[in-house]
């Protein structure tokens, strides 16, 4: 049986946009070429994936990147003792950040991707497979072909694939043989960044450096306009960097610029690094499949973890604090990110951030609605940009096939660039509404930046991502109205054996009265 997937993991740990074009960034001066007399020079290593119409989820754990230089000696390229999983269904078109390093200059080859011996597949309808790459190691080393050229002229990359329409499948011996290539990095549409380091310097309100705990080199930090830096261990929640300082342990989220070797964040978390008998500090991403209140079911896309299946339940959440949105705005359909706690079987919530919504310490008495979807097609007009809109949800003031006219000037790009974003694009926002003017907070590009190698299907695949949220919603609903149909069942049994207990009343009474009168005769 063939897998349908193929997955990107580039060495520069990072994730590259379409064209290498902006990623929410200012303008910020251009990295400098290492000058010639240098010997050594920064590498990125990145992680990507195709869509699969079979697999909804392929998780699997990274642990080590090495290479031989020309001498024969082996260089670690990256390294993480603990194992970095990635669900690689969500990296497609996509590279994910692995690690950036110095290293010396010259060619590099035999190289080798280390990872855990456990692969997990789920299909769209979650049944889950628990496979292996071998039937008796703990961890396997993939041999990717192909070469790495350090040069000090250019930014070096290693972006590696895992060609999952390669992958193949033995059920009678439950082994996954896995295909690795290389790929080159300018075929992405995307790089993200989910990477750990320590802060070193703060340059100003929204610039700070951090050395990667993985490569031990220096990485520029630039917060978005409307990226939050918080804290473990409390509800602070800042959008620059007083929060921040030199030394502390870091957890950032964002799109990262393989040019300029420089992060653009949406999220900075100051890690407390205090795990408790309770669990592991872990964070989980995905759409809430349901949602009664009290328990939340998510339909996990990405986590530091290896999920045993594609539902996670989570709980805690009317006591965990919002960074985006709010308790009485959660619903299913909608895409969040959580931290808390994971002890192995429950996921205990703290902080939670709904896509798209306001920042908590955003006045939403400021507009007429402050969390909207839409989907529809971009026009630019001179100045203006505006949707036509195919799909509204969340909002009463905006009706199907209204032109909206859109601020984008706080806009994080989920997926795509700006540089992309042209006339006559399909596009999903999420944002809020005032005075006719729906401003973004988050947008996706539908098909990216139309690279070749994607296909009708694979946009086909997100809209069925969209369809499931749809779905969920529609699921909800009707637990809603199975729940009560359970309880009028409850009630009528109840009824039922009222009635009966009044029957069997009525019947002693009959014979009472039949017994007094057997005895006056």
């Known amino acids: ?86 669900n690689l269904r969500q990296l497609f078109g996509i590279g994910s950040l692995l690690n950036l390093k110095n290293i010396s200059l010259g060619e590099y080859s035999d190289i080798e991707v280390d990872v855990d011996n456990q ?18 190691k703990l961890r396997v080393s993939l041999s990717l072909p192909g070469r790495i050229n350090i040069d000090s002229t250019q930014a070096s990359s290693l972006l590696i694939d895992f060609d999952l329409s390669q992958f193949t499948y033995d059920p009678s011996t439950n082994l996954v043989t896995a295909v690795v290539k290389q790929k080159d990095i300018n075929q992405l549409e995307h790089i993200k960044a989910e990477i750990k ?62 040019q300029n070797q420089r992060v653009y964040a949406r999220y900075v978390r100051v890690d407390s690094d205090n795990d408790t008998l309770s669990g592991k500090r872990s964070s989980v991403e995905g759409i809430v499949k349901f949602f009664d209140g009290s328990l939340l079911e ?8 290896m999920p045993a299946g594609d539902i996670l339940q989570i709980a805690n959440l009317s006591n965990a604090f919002f960074h985006r949105g709010s308790l009485s705005m ?33 006045n939403s008495s400021e ?74 907070n988050t947008i996706e590009i539908e098909n990216g930046c139309a690279l070749p190698f994607q296909s009708d299907s694979d946009r086909d695949d997100r809209d069925s991502d969209r369809d499931d949220r749809d779905s969920d919603r529609n699921d909800r609903n009707s637990d809603h109205d199975d729940r009560d149909s359970d309880r009028d069942d409850r009630d009528s049994d109840r009824d039922d054996r009222d009635s009966d207990r009044d029957d069997r009343d009525s019947d002693r009474d009959d014979r009472d009265s039949n017994s007094g009168s057997d005895h006056n005769e």
């Open 119 to 136: 692969i997990t597949l789920i299909k769209s309808d979650g049944t889950t497979t628990v496979a292996g790459f071998s039937p008796d």
């Open 367 to 440: 507009f007429d609605d402050s969390y909207i979807e839409i989907e529809g097609r971009y026009t630019v007009n001179g100045s203006e940009t505006s949707i036509m809109t195919t799909n509204v949800e969340n909002t009463q003031l905006i009706v199907v096939g209204e032109k909206v006219f859109l601020d984008l000037s706080q806009a994080w790009f989920e997926h795509g660039s700006s540089s992309c974003l042209v006339d006559g694009a399909i596009i999903e926002v999420k944002g809020a509404i005032a005075q006719n003017i729906f401003m973004v």
């Open 330 to 362: 959660l619903s299913a359909g909608q895409y969040v990110e959580i931290y808390g706690l994971w002890d192995g079987t429950t996921f205990t919530a703290s902080k939670v951030s709904i896509e798209g919504a306001l920042e908590s310490n955003r």
């Open 197 to 258: 380091g320590i802060v070193t310097k703060i340059d100003s309100t929204d610039s700070f450096r951090i050395n990667l705990e993985e490569g031990k080199t220096e990485l520029v930090v630039k917060l978005h306009k409307n990226g939050i830096v918080t804290k473990d261990d409390s509800t602070l929640n800042t959008m620059d960097t007083s929060l921040l300082q030199i030394g502390q342990k870091v957890k950032i989220r964002g799109n990262y610029d393989t």
């Open 298 to 305: 998510l339909d996990i896309k990405e986590a530091d973890f």
């Open 1 to 86: 049986m063939k897998l349908k997937h193929f997955t990107l993991i580039p060495i520069i740990a990072a994730l590259v946009s379409c064209g290498g074009g902006d990623n929410n960034n200012d303008t910020l001066p251009t990295k400098q070429n290492t000058p010639s007399t240098q010997k050594t020079a920064p590498l990125s290593i990145l992680v990507t994936d195709n869509l699969s119409a079979e697999y909804s989820e392929v998780w699997v754990t990274l642990f080590e990147v090495t290479a031989k230089n020309g001498s024969g000696e082996k260089i670690k390229l990256y390294e993480n003792k603990q194992g970095n999983t990635f």
